[in-house]
T-cell receptor
Framework: DAGITQSPRYKITETGRQVTLMCHQT?????MFWYRQDLGHGLRLIYY???????DKGEVPDGYVVSRSKTENFPLTLESATRSQTSVYFC???????????FGPGTRLLVL | GENVEQHPSTLSVQEGDSAVIKCTYS??????FPWYKQELGKRPQLIID?????GEKKDQRIAVTLNKTAKHFSLHITETQPEDSAVYFC??????????FGTGTRLLVSP
């Protein structure tokens, strides 16, 4: 578990501001994922990446942007934060597309 | 694509009782079924998984069963303890597609 980290762990921002959440893994896993977790909705996939420079949308991508210039990093950017994006964000990684995913510790984001 | 349904959404048991959480999946090609436990304020963590060539797998007080014909799999926790209280997620994958998660079951074990 120590192989995947997220920063910051807590973030408070205001509506309209740009926010970037960082995710870093040391396993050299090909796949990385971003989820948001809200009460009553379980884990919802925002974006995922199969390798450096390859990304694809999940079920709730609107309002988010991702990039993956290096295998170990997968930042998630909220270009103009909205209150509805208040959530807990988890990054995860896996060796292959359909195998076990290992989750980071999460980032709690509050948008005022 | 794959769809995973999980029941119940909440489950309350007395310490020492057994708990069973059930999931159904839609894609008959799915062959990998992990279970995750998420304690309050923590990350989801893998607790057990099963592949389609196995009908049952046990790890101490935890077991998972798979019925490929009915396309459902279940998590069984015996002799529950207060530290088993958490949210449990099931998931399914064909191996070629990413994991699809269930909506979670909140298990509460009362002393």
């Amino acid at each position: 578990d120590a192989g995947i980290t997220q920063s910051p762990r807590y973030k408070i921002t205001e509506t309209g501001r740009q926010v970037t959440l960082m995710c870093h893994q040391t396993w050299s896993h090909s796949y990385m994922f971003w989820y948001r977790q809200d009460l009553g909705h379980g884990l919802r996939l925002i974006y995922y990446s199969a390798a450096a420079d390859i990304t694809d949308k999940g079920e709730v991508p609107d309002g988010y942007v991702v990039s993956r210039s290096k295998t170990e990093n997968f930042p998630l950017t909220l270009e103009s934060a909205t209150r509805s994006q208040t959530s807990v964000y988890f990054c995860a990684s896996s060796e292959t597309r359909g195998e076990t995913q290992y989750f980071g510790p999460g980032t709690r984001l509050l948008v005022l | 694509g794959e769809n995973v349904e999980q029941h119940p959404s909440t489950l309350s048991v007395q310490e020492g009782d057994s708990a069973v959480i059930k999931c159904t999946y839609s894609d008959s090609a799915s062959n990998y079924f992990p279970w995750y436990k998420q304690e309050l304020g923590k990350r989801p963590q893998l607790i057990i998984d099963i592949r389609s060539n196995v009908g049952e797998k046990k790890d101490q007080r935890i077991a998972v069963t798979l019925n490929k014909t009915a396309k459902h799999f279940s998590l069984h926790i015996t002799e529950t303890q207060p530290e088993d209280s958490a949210v449990y997620f099931c998931a399914a994958s064909t191996g070629f597609q990413k994991l699809v998660f269930g909506t979670g079951t909140r298990l509460l074990v009362s002393p």
